[in-house]
């Protein structure tokens, strides 16, 4: 086993007390730059893992949640897995045992977001609830730093330089700080988004459901540009190299220049795109469709490189980890294809169809099929006697 996993599994039983009221520990997580502490694994969205998880895999272990993942619900720092359900809670389970550690319970009807892991504190984004719709808790502490409410949210909150950015259902897009949950800025797209933002130093860029691509100043809110679809965009933006990589219910897939917003290329690919990207080899754009296609393309001009066909539809975003790509589908499986032709290396059913990102971290990859979370690695797996 793993050091880091052994020392951690040891560690648990002295950290970790559990109540009624949430989650407590007597030292600090430790963040390693690895770890996948936001949805994306990064501000801009790129979705690749810091580790190569080389297939096939062996089922490590399952845990039944109570209630199902939404496409981003999962976040994974220091050996320990976040999870937000769709019920309203977040729960933590220990990497090495699949045992539950704990849970906060004050979330609203609906977490269908990821986690936001920042030092010692959880900040968790959620809808449902009248009085609150973001919060940090700190864990060191056992309590809650601070709760607001920002309207209903479904998009995952992004952290860049101590600020977390996030739109609501009622249209508006929000700068906050970290420490405090105290608006910065506020800015009113007039539409519902259900597009998770991707950030750079100075610009945030997200979709909304009027088929708006909005790109806004992350210093003061103003917008520098949008450019319409026409067709709602749910999807969640991936920005490498000044250029804003997107699809969206048209079933074209974009790329705009994210400093005026022209266009540099767009694709149709005959089917709505929900999900969002993940930058393989920093050369191609991996992508699923609603139509089961997973799609590989070349970034400078969108021709396709590859395709893979699952036989369900697809919410999820890909993940890259070294060589591979590890992405999930309503057909119940869990797929790694080789990032360079799309042939599949590996693939394991689950017993329900999955519509959340999977994530690697060191030599595990997790993953959720409705209301169960499964842990997978390629080390080998000692069988119960």
């Not at 730059?33 to 969205?45: C, I, L, R, T, Y």
């Not at 103003?222 to 219910?249: A, C, F, H, Q, R």
Request: hydrophobic share 35%.
């Amino acid at each position: 086993m793993d050091w880091c996993i052994l020392k951690r599994f040891f560690s648990i039983l002295l950290l970790f007390s559990v109540g009624c009221s949430g989650i407590k520990v007597e030292q600090r997580i430790s963040i390693q730059p690895g770890d996948w502490v936001m949805a994306g694994g990064s501000p801009e969205q790129k979705n690749v893992s810091a580790y190569s998880l080389e297939p096939p895999l062996n089922l490590m272990w399952d845990f039944t949640l109570e209630g199902g993942v939404g496409p981003n619900g999962i976040s994974v720092a220091d050996a320990v897995v976040f999870v937000n359900v769709l019920k309203g809670e977040m729960l933590t389970v220990d990497v090495s045992t699949g045992g539950k550690i704990g849970q906060i319970n004050f979330l609203g009807k609906d977490a269908n977001t990821a986690p936001l892991i920042s030092g010692n504190s959880v900040i968790v984004s959620y809808a449902g609830d009248k009085k609150y719709s973001l919060a940090s808790y700190n864990l060191l502490k056992g309590e809650i730093n601070w709760r607001r409410n920002y309207g209903y949210i479904q998009t995952s909150p992004i952290l860049k330089d101590g600020s977390i950015y996030f739109g609501n259902l009622y249209g508006s897009f929000y700068k906050v700080d970290a420490s405090s949950g105290q608006r910065i800025w506020k800015y009113n797209s007039k539409a519902p988004i259900h597009s998770t933002c991707a950030v750079t130093d100075d610009k945030a860029v997200f979709g909304n459901d009027d088929g708006i691509i909005t790109c806004l100043s992350t210093n003061d809110g103003s917008l520098l540009w949008k450019n319409e679809t026409g067709k709602p965009l749910i999807s969640t933006p991936m920005i490498n190299e000044d250029v804003v990589y997107i699809g969206g219910d048209d079933s074209n897939y974009y790329a705009i220049k994210i400093s005026d917003g022209s266009a540099v290329w767009k694709n149709n690919m005959h089917s709505k795109i929900i999900g969002g990207s993940a930058l393989y080899n920093g050369e191609q754009l991996v992508f699923g469709c609603v139509d089961g296609n997973v799609y590989s393309l070349n970034k400078a001009d969108g021709t396709i490189y590859w395709k893979f066909n699952t036989k369900g539809t697809i919410t999820s975003s890909p993940v890259v980890s070294g060589s591979y790509v590890y992405i999930t589908s309503y057909d119940g499986f869990v797929y790694s294809l080789d990032g360079s032709s799309g042939k599949m290396l590996w693939s394991y059913q689950m017993e329900n169809k999955s519509k959340t990102t999977p994530v690697v971290w060191k030599d595990y990859l997790f993953a959720a099929a409705d209301d169960i979370l499964y842990c997978f690695t390629n080390k080998a797996i000692e069988k119960k006697k």
